[in-house]
C-alpha cells in the first residue's frame, strides 16, 4: 500500500525543527538539578546526556551531513559511537543552561540551513557504510521525527523522577492507563526501564508489562507475543538509552 502521507518541504522542516528546539527549553528550563542528572537505570542517559546527544546528532548526523552532502556529490558518510560520544562529553557534569544555549545556537544554525535547501538540493545524497545511499530529503524527515523520538525520552525521564513520589497517585494513574492510552504512565518506557521500575516494587514486571503494552521499537516477532513476561524483561538487551527507538546506524 502506498504511503497516504505528503513529504515535508525544507520550510515545513526548519519550523517543526524549531518548535521541537522550543519544546526542549521550555520543558527543561525550570528543571530542578537533581531530576536533570537523574538517571532512569544504570547505563541509561540523563537529561542532560539526551540534550548532548541532540547537540551531537545535529553537528554529526544531520546538518553536518547535509552540509557535506551540499559541498561535494555523493561523498562518503562517517558513522560515529553515540554511546562513545556521550562518554567523552560527560554532560551529566554540566550545567543545564550551558547545554541548553549550545543546542539553541545549533538549532538556530540548522533552521537557517533547512531553510535555505532548494528542490534541487533535495535528492542529492551520500553513502552511509551501513545503510547506503542517504538523500538531504531523507535526513530531514528523520531529523524530525530524532527530535520526536529524544522529546519522548526527556518526557519519559522526567516523568520517571516524579513517579516514586506519587503516593496513592499511583494507582489512579495505573487503573486510567488501562481505560487510555498505554503510554500515558510512563511514556512508553523500554522494557529495561519497566523492570527498573518494577524492582521497585511499583509492581511486579510481568503486570507493568502488560499494562503498557509492547514498546513502539519492538520487532515484529515481539509484537506477535500476546503480553511482555517477566523473563523477557529480563532477557531485552540495553539499545543504548531510555525511552527512544534503537539506533540502527549513525
Known amino acids: 500500500m502506498a504511503d497516504p502521507t505528503t513529504a515535508l518541504a525544507p520550510g515545513d522542516v526548519a519550523g517543526l525543527l524549531r518548535a521541537a528546539g522550543a519544546t526542549v527549553r521550555a520543558e527543561l528550563a525550570g528543571l530542578p538539578p537533581a531530576a536533570a542528572r537523574w538517571h532512569p537505570a544504570p547505563g541509561e542517559w540523563c537529561v542532560k546526556e539526551v540534550v548532548g546527544h541532540l547537540i551531537e546528532a545535529e553537528r554529526r548526523g544531520f546538518a553536518g551531513r547535509i552540509r557535506q552532502i551540499l559541498e561535494r556529490e555523493s561523498p562518503e558518510l562517517e558513522t560515529w559511537d553515540q554511546d562513545a560520544v556521550a562518554r567523552a562529553r560527560r554532560d551529566c557534569e554540566r550545567e543545564l543552561a550551558g547545554l541548553l544555549d549550545e543546542f539553541a545556537a545549533e538549532r538556530e544554525a540548522s533552521v537557517a540551513l533547512v531553510r535555505g535547501l532548494r528542490p534541487a538540493d533535495l535528492p542529492r545524497g551520500g553513502q552511509h557504510p551501513k545503510v547506503g545511499s542517504l538523500a538531504v530529503a531523507d535526513l530531514l524527515h528523520e531529523w524530525v521525527h530524532h527530535d520526536r523520538n529524544h522529546i519522548r525520552q526527556i518526557l519519559a525521564n522526567v516523568q520517571g ?90
Not at 168 to 187: C, D, E, I
Not at 206 to 229: D, H, K, N, V
Open 161 to 250: 523522577f516524579a513517579w516514586p513520589h506519587m503516593g496513592n497517585a499511583q494507582a489512579s494513574n495505573l487503573m486510567r492507563a488501562q481505560l487510555t492510552s498505554p503510554s500515558v504512565v510512563l511514556g512508553r518506557r523500554r522494557p529495561s526501564t519497566y523492570a527498573a521500575y518494577a524492582s521497585e516494587r511499583l509492581l511486579p514486571a510481568s503486570s507493568l508489562c502488560s499494562l503498557l503494552g509492547p514498546a513502539p521499537w519492538a520487532t515484529p516477532g515481539e509484537l506477535a507475543q500476546p503480553t511482555w513476561s517477566a523473563s523477557h524483561v529480563r532477557e531485552r538487551p540495553r539499545v543504548g538509552h531510555a525511552g527512544s527507538a534503537p539506533t540502527i546506524r549513525r
